[in-house]
């Protein structure tokens, strides 16, 4: 049957500072991984997205790292705005494999003015 | 204006009855995805298809079920045998290049609230 799951972890933030969010993932063959943004009631958006033969990949106010000998993703948010408020997913899927594309549990960014 | 749509937004179900949500899109994406999410939870993969007419089980297939007669389309029965189906239900794609290579992000539609009634 369905397992139930864990309530998404919060993060609270003041407005103009940095964020950032954490995801660990469980796949040692994932090399491709995502980052969403979902606001409530709406559909995953994309934010950025890294491949595993980089450590390091810039946007518009977001940085994404991975680190693969620990397995481990963040999402940097500079200067975090209202808007920013949303839960944050990470996902991952690996090249030349069977295309599945497997979702972390999400972490909700709540940004205090 | 590309992209990927779901259908209906909202949808009430009776106890034992089979109802079918609608992913249409238009992107000439080969790979399609089902993904059911509870308040406050993540997204867990139900069925995915990498190329018409066949598919994979995901996560939390059971009382679920999928065909992908068409590339552009990808709908998702919930069956009677799904104990608790009162979900959000979201449907994405996604472009594979040779290789299997990823050679775009996931695209989602704007997904399906499902309530049993």
């Known amino acids: 049957g369905e397992s139930v799951g864990l309530h998404l972890p919060t993060l609270s933030v003041q407005e103009g500072d940095n964020s950032i969010i954490n995801c660990a993932y469980s796949n040692s063959a994932s090399d491709y991984f995502i980052w969403y943004k979902q606001e409530s009631g709406k559909g995953p958006q994309f934010i950025i997205d890294?491949?595993?033969?980089?450590d390091k990949r810039q946007g518009q106010r977001v940085t994404v790292l991975l680190n693969k000998t620990v397995k481990h993703l963040s999402l940097q948010i500079a200067a975090t705005q209202p808007g920013d408020s949303a839960v944050y997913f990470c996902?991952?899927?690996?090249?030349?494999?069977?295309?599945?594309?497997?979702f972390g549990t999400g972490t909700k960014l709540q940004v205090i003015p | 204006d590309g992209g990927i749509t779901q259908s209906p937004k909202y949808l009430f179900r009776k106890e034992g009855q089979n109802v079918t949500l609608s992913c249409e899109q238009n992107l000439n994406h080969d790979a399609m995805y089902w993904y059911r999410q509870d308040p406050g939870q993540g997204l867990r993969l139900i069925y995915y298809s990498q190329i018409v007419n066949d598919f994979q089980k995901g996560d939390i297939a059971e009382g679920y079920s999928v065909s992908r007669e068409k590339k552009e389309s990808f709908p998702l029965t919930v069956t009677s045998a799904q104990k608790n189906p009162t979900a959000f239900y979201l449907c994405a794609s996604m472009l594979w290049g040779a290789g299997r290579q990823p050679n775009t992000e996931a695209f989602f539609g704007q997904g399906t609230r499902l309530t049993v009634v």
């Open positions: 996902a991952e899927t690996e090249e030349g494999g069977y295309q599945k594309v497997t």
């Open positions: 890294i491949r595993s033969n980089m």
